[in-house]
Every structure is written in C-alpha cells, then in structure tokens.
C-alpha cells in the first residue's frame, strides 16, 4: 500500500539558510500535518492543511510557513534557520476535516541538521 | 485541560516475557487514543487505535490496549515480548478525531534476550 512519501530524507543547511521540506500524502487524502521531533523529545504539532487551507496552527515559528497545494502535497518553507531547529520532521496524512478524520498515517521523517 | 502521560520512560523485558506499557490521559471530552512506534531513525507507526468503539482493541504484531474509563487508561500489552519489538512507544491523544495529536513523552521498549 501507498505511504506517505517524504523528501529530502536527510537536509544539512548552514545557519541563516532556508530549507524547504515536502510531503505526499496517501492518495486521496486530503488533510496533512507537519510534526517537529526534536533529540529525545515527543513529536510537536506544528501546522495542518484540509483541502489546501491552513485548518489548524501549533507550535510553528513565524519563520517557518507551509502550504498544501492543489494535488495535496505539502512544503514546509524554514527559512533564517537556527541551530535549535535540526529535529526530525515528520509529515502525516489522513482524510477528512478535523472533525472527521480518525487516522494519521505518517511518513518517514526528513532530519535536519543545521550547522 | 487535555493531556497525556505515559507512567515509565524506559522498560526492560525478556524476550517470551509480557509486555507492559502504561498510559494515562485526561481530558474534558472523549478521546480517540492511539499507540505509535518508532524504531531507531525510522517514522512513526500506527500500532492500533481507539475510538469509541470497542474498549478493547487489537493492533498489530500481537500488541493490545484497553480503553478504562473509569482510570482514564489506555495500556499497552503484548503477551511475549520480540526482539523485534525494541523501539519507542507513543501514547497519544487526540480530541474531535485525529486533529492535533498530543504525544506523550515516550517509553523505550528494551528487549533482553
């Protein structure tokens, strides 16, 4: 069965540089999370998307931004990176609106490691 | 407030031995509760889940959990621990479906042989 497809899988950037993450969800779902894990920690909810509209705002840096675009897939744009921000980022798919959906499904993660 | 708070950040068990991981939750409305894993430098995967159904559910790879309202619980538990099963286990909470999980902190699973 189709997975949740991240890309890049592994991400180094400098200090002060930008980095773009992208998520491909499962076919025909329509909702897509973006979770930040930093070392040793639980996974944070940073931001979610519902066909293609922002449907939820977590812990996301105003640094950061992200969109869903029309064929579902996700980018999350970091930009004016900080050390504090190398963690692994998870990306998630499910279906339906926030009160529909009853199942994420994740993918395998970009690590970042800023320098 | 809602939260969830997984009891014991690391357990250590034989290999053919049962598996305990403990779960508990709070919150103002009814949840939909979900264990995740996460083998070293891998993604996160959905071990089973709960939502309103019933209050015991199955998932994969032999793992169980059981909905207690009433100690406001979901546990983990496997019969006879795998090698295979050495990871990091979530708890985590969801309100109005799956939006905005909440992870607990984790409890590394430690298989001896």
């Known amino acids: 069965a189709a997975g949740v497809i991240q890309s890049p899988r592994h991400l180094i950037k400098e200090k002060r540089e930008t980095a773009t993450l992208k998520c491909y969800p499962i076919p025909r779902h329509d909702t897509v999370y973006w979770y930040q894990q930093g070392p040793g920690q639980d996974p944070q909810f940073l931001i979610s998307?519902?066909?293609?509209?922002?449907?939820d705002k977590g812990s996301i840096p105003d640094r950061f931004s992200a969109q869903q675009f029309s064929d579902y897939h996700s980018e999350l744009n970091m930009s004016s990176l900080e050390l504090g921000d190398s963690a692994l980022y998870f990306c998630?798919?499910?279906?339906?609106?926030?009160?529909?959906?009853?199942?994420?499904?994740f993918g395998p993660g970009t690590r970042l490691t800023v320098l | 407030a809602q939260s969830v708070t997984q009891l014991d950040s690391h357990v250590s068990v034989s290999e053919g031995t049962p598996v305990l991981l403990r779960c508990n939750y709070s919150s103002s409305y009814s949840p939909s509760l979900f264990w995740y894993v996460q083998h070293p430098n891998k993604g996160l995967q959905l071990l089973l889940k709960?939502?309103?159904?019933?209050?015991l559910v199955k998932g994969i790879n032999g793992f169980e959990a059981e909905f207690k309202k009433s100690e406001t619980s979901f546990h983990l538990t496997k019969p006879s621990a795998h090698m295979s099963d050495a990871a990091e286990y979530f708890c985590?909470?969801?309100?109005?479906?799956?939006?905005?999980?909440?992870f607990g902190t984790g409890t590394r699973l430690t298989v001896i042989p």
């Open positions: 998307f519902y066909e293609k509209m922002q449907s």
């Open positions: 709960y939502t309103s159904a019933a209050t």
């Open positions: 998630a798919s499910a279906t339906g609106d926030s009160y529909s959906t009853d199942t994420q499904y």
């Open positions: 985590v909470v969801s309100f109005f479906g799956a939006n905005n999980l909440f």
